[in-house]
């Protein structure tokens, strides 16, 4: 029995991996990360932090120890339209961004802390079905790239991108020459900043739950009232659904169309397992999964 779960969860994870990851095909000049973008992580101590009163700003914690450590390193600000270059620690070169993902729509562009993937002088979207000049691949199908085109050659024209940061060609040019594979990319939508409403603190009874961990904050202004054992590791059952959603999201054509595969359908069926909520022969688009 459990061998029959082992191999329909890797039937399943092979379909996934062969029809759902994104391939951006290279045209000319690709430059790979081979190894893990967090092989080096620089933020380890961030969230050693003792401070009861404040949640950590990751983004800004990010920021202030790449600079500290003199290091060379983008930052993409997308609430100001601007891409900073920064060389060992300080901004020598400021750029405009031409175009971002729409805020609140899943074509938004991710916040985050990232590292340069791979560099390709032009390469081919299959999810937008786009040619991209000088293309920095730093999460998923999100690239920091020069002005797109069709396969006509036609220039492609929008308000908003499907996610990636866009850039007339000389800027894109400019960054392209200046990043260099697994180089820290730091993408931040909004400045954390808390409201001036505050708490008094009173001495109260200690209370009695019986949960492992837990955390109880207000997330406007940063404020935690009870903590216990937050930096635990602990196992997290069904959320793994959310973050595989949240994963399919960023690497996923959401308008590609797929069918529903059912590996030993035959043998599920015996054994009164088989009870899909998909049907057989009938096309989904991954959106409708979501």
Known sequence: MKKKIVLIFFFIGL?????????????????????????????????????????????????????????????????????????????????????????????ESPAGFFKVLSKNTLAFSQSEELFMPYAINFWGKYFIHGPPYLPDKTPFNSQFSGGCIRLNLEDAKTVFSFAEIGMPVLVIDKEFKGDNFYYERKDQPDLKLSAQSYLVADLENNYIFLQKDIEEKLPIASLIKL????????????????????????????????????????KYSVIELL
């Open 243 to 282: 973050l595989t959603a949240l994963t399919v999201v960023e690497n996923v054509n959401l308008k590609k169309k797929i069918y529903p595969y059912f590996p030993y359908k035959e043998k599920l069926e015996k054994e009164g397992w088989f009870k899909p909520s998909m049907k057989e022969n009938q």
């Open 15 to 107: 379909f996934y991996f062969l029809n759902f990851i994104p391939k951006e095909i290279v045209i000319k000049n690709s430059k790979v990360l081979k190894e893990s973008p967090f092989s080096e992580d620089i933020l380890t101590k961030i969230f050693q932090k003792k401070d009861n009163d404040f949640l950590p700003f990751f983004l800004q914690e990010a920021e202030k120890k790449l600079i500290e450590k003199k290091e060379n390193f983008i930052k993409v600000d997308l609430q100001e339209s601007q891409i900073y270059l920064y060389k060992e620690g300080k901004i020598f070169k400021k750029i405009p961004i031409l175009a971002s993902g729409e805020d609140g729509t899943w074509g």
